[in-house]
Each structure stands twice: as C-alpha cells, then as structure tokens.
C-alpha cells in the first residue's frame, strides 16, 4: 500500500511539474503584444456566426456583435466572406436571390453604425456592379463611415466562379497611420499573395472567409497554413470564418511570429478579441528581386 501511495505521489508530482513549464511555455507564447514598441495598440475582433441565404438574418446577427464589441472596446472587427449576403455557392443553384438594393442599404447602415460605434468593420457580400457583374467582395468601413477600400476575391473555388468574377486588383490600403490588406478564404493557399501584400509594407492582413460543410481534417492544415503566413511575412492576421455548418478552419487572431492570440471555439457563433500592437511590418524573411528571376529563368 505504502508503494502504491509513493507511486501515486510521484506521478502528481511529475503531473504539476509538467503543468508547470506547460503553462510557462503558453504564456511566453501567448504574448499578445507586437515586438514594435512604436507601433499602433488596438483591439482588434473577429465576429464568427453561421451564414443565412438571407440578408436580414445574417445583418441581425452582424449588429448584435457589433454592439457587444463596441461594449468591449473593440476598434477594428471582421466578419466572414459573404457575411452580408450568405454564401449561394451552398445554398441556391443561383444568385438571383440576393438583392442589390437591399445589399447596397445594408452596407450604408453598416456606415453609420461604424460612425455610431466608432469603429472599423471589414465585411464581405455578394455585390453586383453597374455592368451587371458579380463579385466575391470585401469591404473595409473606416469608423467615421466612410468606404474605404474594398477587396474582390482573386482565387476562387470552381463553384464559387459559377457566380462571381475572379477579382482583378491587391490593394493596400493606410488605415491608423499603418498599411492593411484584405484576402479572401481560399486566397490563403496561395503565398504568392501574401508576398505581394508583404512587399506593399502590410502590417496587419484583414481574412475573411466561408469555409465549411467540407473536410474538419483541413482544420489543423489551414491553421498552420495561416501561421506560416504570419510568420513568413511579419504582419498579424485577423481571421474570420463563419461557424458551419463543419468548419473546415475556426476565426482567430494571429501576431506577426504566427503564435495564436485569440481563437474562436468550433462550430460556435462568437466574437473573439485581442489587442495587439501593429508598427513597421517585421519578420525573418525579406524578399529578394533575385527570387523572381529565378522564376523567370525557369521558365525560360
């Protein structure tokens, strides 16, 4: 008896040792703050809720978070791709449910809530131009209302392309004093973007997207996928997805070392925040010109 209590001793011992430099080693690196000390300090939000076909649902849900970060301090907040209008490549056969006059009423109100709240909202929608064109698009609201930039997804899924155009421009665009960037969802895998955005002196990427109802085994792939992003470039990413149904990635908030600030809980609606510090974009790797002509001499 006597042996199995001593065994039973060291085992718990070993146990809080363990739990000990666990705690330790998160903590280090759960830093939310920026290595920049002159950089800019703000709160930032990713606002996660599942996707409705239609518009009012979704917008309900939109302004309930918006309240409840605008109650946390929140100055920036991002919402998924297509958060306004829902996601038709996984609902509807067409697009003609979406509604161009409500879409646009929808976005002047989002304006005059960033300038109620004092905040910046990055939301995306299905938008229709004066051409009659579609877009898979994102759009950055300032907090005094004002549109500031907006965004058209470039890489698309094949059945997202059924509906929308690949988008045709990377901007980037000052916000704050600092230099922001949007992408859209499956935009990630494609580094070449991030790079471009990187050699425009991005500091802070804005990422929304819709990726659910596919394959969970691409939720750890598509976490690492974003904190080799962040690592790669030196910026910090706010990540938005919606919450299912089955995510294949979960909203979070990523520092520019590509550690996990602030990560939403699988499959739930939830508004995560943090607050970080973004300065001069920063990182371990700097792009060299003498990469793209090895490219091009390749290719010869």
Not at 22 to 35: D, E, H, K, R
Not at 44 to 51: C, K, N
Not at 78 to 88: A, K, N, Q, R, S
Not at 117 to 124: C, K, T, V
Request: a negative charge; glycine letters at 8%; aromatic letters at 10%.
């Amino acid at each position: 008896m006597k042996k199995s209590c001593n065994s039973i001793k060291a085992i718990l011992s070993l146990w809080i040792i363990i739990c000990l430099f666990s705690g330790i080693g998160l903590q280090a690196q759960g830093n939310p703050l920026s290595v920049d000390p002159e950089g800019l300090k703000i709160r930032v939000a990713a606002g996660q809720f599942v996707l409705a076909p239609d518009l009012e649902t979704n917008l309900e849900k939109i302004n309930s978070m918006l309240d409840e970060a605008h109650s946390l301090g929140v100055e920036l907040i991002v919402f998924p791709e297509l958060g306004l209008t829902g996601y038709p490549p996984s609902d509807y056969e067409s697009i003609d449910y979406i509604k161009q006059d409500r879409t646009e009423e929808a976005l002047k109100h989002l304006q005059k809530k960033a300038l109620k709240l004092d905040m910046a909202i990055a939301i995306g929608a299905g938008w229709k131009d004066d051409a009659g064109i579609w877009w898979n698009r994102a759009f950055f609201i300032d907090e005094n209302g004002e549109l500031l930039e907006y965004y058209d997804k470039i890489q698309q899924t094949s059945h997202e392309r059924k509906f929308f155009k690949d988008g045709e421009r990377l901007p980037a665009f000052e916000w704050k004093g600092i230099q922001l960037g949007m992408l859209i969802c499956m935009d990630m895998r494609y580094p070449e973007l991030w790079r471009i955005m990187r050699k425009q002196e991005v500091s802070l990427m804005l990422h929304l997207a819709a990726a659910y109802g596919g394959s969970v085994w691409k939720v750890p792939v598509l976490e690492g996928t974003m904190r080799a992003n962040a690592a790669s470039n030196g910026f910090h990413i706010i990540s938005c997805n919606n919450a299912g149904p089955t995510p294949m990635m979960i909203s979070a908030i990523y520092n520019n070392r590509g550690m996990i600030l602030a990560k939403a809980n699988y499959a739930v609606e939830q508004l995560i925040l943090q607050d970080i510090i973004v300065g001069e974009p920063t990182g371990f790797v700097e792009f060299q010109d003498n990469v793209y002509q090895l490219e091009n001499n390749a290719s010869e």
